[in-house]
């Protein structure tokens, strides 16, 4: 089993709509939650981080940690076409050698359509 | 003004042969990752250095070998190029400690023949 899991899709959903992203982990050692967007043969880019459980608002953007189901969401309200892109969950834990490192999901196809 | 930059963008070669991507940051971040992204979109860490020190060494072929001459550079050689070696290569940086803003690179494609 993966670390983290996340549902690739590919999702397309009406310009306009309620777009759900989820990922789910199994380290609950994890404290910092991350989502990242990255469009076709670009870089990640980081949209918003967490600390711990809660949410986080962002313009259309809202972010949410349940520890307790270690679940985490983003939600993406009135959805337009330049949303359209991977989104990758990632969440901080610590290496073989007690460094931070990144674990990421295998990120999420979205397409916004006009 | 690029933050993190990457050369080459693409790379194509053959098995067995000898390569290096370069990375160079100008955002005065102390800490410089290696990630490696599949066909499928998974992104794994390969390497990080702090100050030009290694700190994580993931287990990767130690044909594999980063090096930082500064802090705002980590170079990546690939010895022996393997066809299981294709995939993107990105850069990334953050200031210490600050693994989750972390800023990528544009990405190396490499496509090994």
């Known amino acids: 089993q993966k670390e983290v899991e996340q549902d690739p899709g590919p999702l397309s959903v009406p310009e306009g709509a309620i777009v759900s992203l989820n990922c789910t982990y199994s380290n609950s050692a994890f404290q910092y939650f991350m989502w990242y967007r990255q469009y076709s043969r670009k870089g990640p880019e980081l949209l918003m981080y967490t600390y711990s459980s809660g949410n986080k608002e962002d313009g259309r953007f809202t972010a949410q940690v349940d520890k307790s189901s270690k679940y985490i969401s983003l939600f993406i309200r009135d959805s337009q076409p330049s949303d359209s892109a991977t989104y990758l969950c990632?969440?901080?834990?610590?290496?073989?050698?007690?460094?931070?490192?990144?674990?990421f999901g295998s990120g999420t196809q979205l397409t916004v359509l006009p | 003004d690029t933050a993190v930059s990457q050369t080459p963008k693409y790379l194509v070669t053959q098995m067995g042969n000898d390569k290096s991507i370069k990375c160079e940051q100008n955002l005065g971040h102390d800490t410089m990752y290696w990630y490696k992204q599949d066909s499928k979109k998974f992104l794994k860490i390969m390497f990080s250095y702090n100050n030009k020190e290694l700190i994580i060494n993931e287990t990767v072929p130690n044909r594999f070998s980063p090096k930082s001459p500064d802090k705002a550079h980590l170079n990546l050689h690939i010895n022996s190029l393997e066809l299981g070696d294709s995939a993107v290569y990105f850069c990334?940086?953050?200031?210490?400690?600050?693994?989750?803003?972390?800023?990528f690179g544009p990405g190396t494609r490499l496509l090994v023949l």
């Open positions: 990632a969440m901080e834990g610590f290496s073989s050698g007690s460094a931070r490192q990144l674990t």
């Open positions: 990334a940086s953050s200031q210490e400690g600050g693994v989750e803003t972390q800023y």
